[in-house]
């Protein structure tokens, strides 16, 4: 392995070829960076271009484009609450408290960091464990995938900081929004008032929506500057050793998490990064922290979806199966080139194979470098009063999202969401729990509708599958112990109110 790895560096290394690794990852972060683009688009428009580059040199500067718009996309998230990508939305959740405070800096430090950490041990797993994944990955079928995205929702009544059953609730929606379009299998309409609707409810509108405009109608009406030191000091950016302590842990469960679920077809980061959020606060000590700027909260997820952007090419170059679109791009790619993936790839194409994987490596580097003295100059939009930064904002929204489908039903759709949203918060609903159900919805209706094709309807299918019985129960423990650990916490409240005469004692 390390022999074939060092013949991966001398491909990368190549002047020609390290400088499409460099355009690549600086082009990923600025299209991380602008709300509702994403990578998916830039790689679409850039597709043509690989016709006129070798195989090798094409799938590094498309997977460059991928993992850098992870980075990017959560500088918006940290500085503005706008989620450049689907997994920068937990981002949101504790980066954006961070930049409220007076920390964007050190939340940008914090996460460049957790990034770089989390994309190292995804290459090293990829390395190690490329074709051992593979082969696991291979034995989930449609039972284990239901119950894999099942975990997953009951996971969603942890990632609020309010009631579990209110953000369960909140997923319940999400999944409703989800099946708004025509029936995959029947082609028939569900929920459509319009054929613009056809294709369903865009992804990005839902996210621009909840989060971007939602949180500039909240601060609509706040015409005072806020109080942001631009002249940071690398003192301001460190982080103290309590709070490096702090970080260790989340960080390689993060890494581990994301590594997993990016191997695995039809996952993807934002499963990864909404499943380390939603592990944090179940182990945490102190989970009323979280929400409001919490460190492990912010450095577990940006890990977990940076792991899974680079353990997302297991499938995709030793099966040829995509994981997601930005996966199916690159397939055609490849494809494009003459290559096939798929298991022979690593033995008929072993410098494009261990070429692609040792710029991961190179990559990351290069994004490290370029992120950490560029955090002043983004922090310094945090100057600039809200009140003439917000038409700004809007007007990129507006254009990221027509620039995702070319629809105007989209824009709308994204002003509606971003009214709901305002109207959320205002009850103290959290928008997270909605956009994982409305991504993992899909995934389970279709992987459950096709589970019961197989075997009849009959239900003791995911109890009889190993794996799919260790889901199941891993499912039923957690909602368990969400339900009753707020009963207990309150007995032992009530018994130590008890123990000292009372709340009205005197």
């Given amino acids: ?50 016709f006129y580059l070798d195989p090798t040199s094409s799938v590094i500067l498309l997977a460059g484009i991928y993992y850098g718009s992870q980075y990017g996309g959560a500088i918006a998230s940290i500085l503005l609450n706008l989620p450049g990508t689907p997994s920068s939305v937990v981002t949101c959740l504790e980066g954006y408290p961070l930049a409220q405070s007076g920390r964007a800096g050190f939340a940008l430090l914090v996460t460049a960091v957790s990034s770089f950490i989390g994309s190292m041990f995804g290459v090293l797993i990829v390395v190690l464990a490329a074709i051992p994944m593979a082969a696991l990955a291979l034995k989930f079928g449609a039972p284990e995938y239901t119950m894999l995205v099942a975990l997953g929702l009951v996971a969603a ?192 194409e072993p410098q494009l194979f261990w070429g692609v994987i040792a710029s991961f490596f190179v990559g990351n580097i290069i994004l490290l470098i370029i992120n950490i003295p560029l955090i002043g100059l983004w922090v310094r939009l945090l100057s600039i009063p809200y009140h003439r930064l917000y038409p700004a904002i809007v007007l990129l929204i507006c254009v990221g999202v027509y620039a995702h489908r070319s629809s105007v039903t989209d824009v709308v759709l994204t002003l509606v969401f971003g009214l709901l949203g305002y109207v959320m918060k205002w009850f103290r609903f959290e928008p997270a729990p909605v956009l994982l159900g409305f991504v993992l919805g899909p995934m389970f209706e279709e992987n459950f509708r096709r589970t019961m094709l197989l075997y009849s309807g009959d239900f003791t299918v995911f109890l009889t ?39 009205f004692s005197v």
Avoid: W
Avoid at 168 to 196: C, E, K, P, W
Avoid at 210 to 231: C, P, Q, Y
Avoid at 283 to 309: D, M, Q, V, W, Y
């Fill in 157 to 348: 009544s942890l990632i609020s900081s309010g009631s579990p059953i209110r953000a369960f609730s909140m997923a319940l929606v999400g999944i409703a929004l989800g099946m708004v379009g025509s029936d995959a299998n029947t082609g028939q309409y569900r929920f459509v008032a319009t054929d613009a609707l056809a294709d369903g409810i865009s992804l990005v509108s839902l996210a621009m929506g909840l989060f971007g405009v939602s949180e500039i109608i909240r601060n609509a009406s706040n015409v005072e500057t806020r109080k942001i030191d631009v002249k940071l000091s690398y003192k301001d950016l460190l982080p103290t050793r309590a709070e490096l302590r702090s970080m260790v842990a989340p960080v390689g469960r993060g890494a581990s998490i994301g590594a997993f679920f990016g191997a695995l077809p039809g996952t993807g980061a934002a499963i990864a990064a909404f499943m380390a959020y939603a592990l944090e606060r179940r182990i945490s000590r102190t989970p009323k922290e979280f929400g409001k700027g919490h460190l492990p909260g912010l450095c577990a997820p940006e890990s977990a979806n940076n792991a899974a952007a680079q353990t997302s090419f297991i499938p995709t170059l030793t099966l040829g199966i995509p994981g997601d679109a930005v996966m199916a791009l690159i397939i055609g790619a490849l494809i494009l080139n003459g290559i096939i993936p798929g298991p022979r790839l690593i033995v008929d």
């Fill in 1 to 50: 392995m390390a022999e074939q790895f060092l013949l991966g560096l001398s491909v990368v290394l190549q002047p020609h070829v390290l400088m499409y690794a460099f355009f690549g990852v600086l082009l990923g972060q600025v299209i991380g960076l602008l709300p509702g683009v994403g990578a998916i688009t830039a790689i679409s428009l850039l597709l043509p271009v690989t």
């Fill in 465 to 503: 599958r190993p794996i799919s019985a260790t889901l199941v129960f891993c499912g039923v423990a957690l909602l368990a112990f969400t339900l009753i650990s707020p009963i207990v916490s309150r007995r032992k409240t009530l018994k130590s109110l008890k123990g000292h005469g009372g709340p």
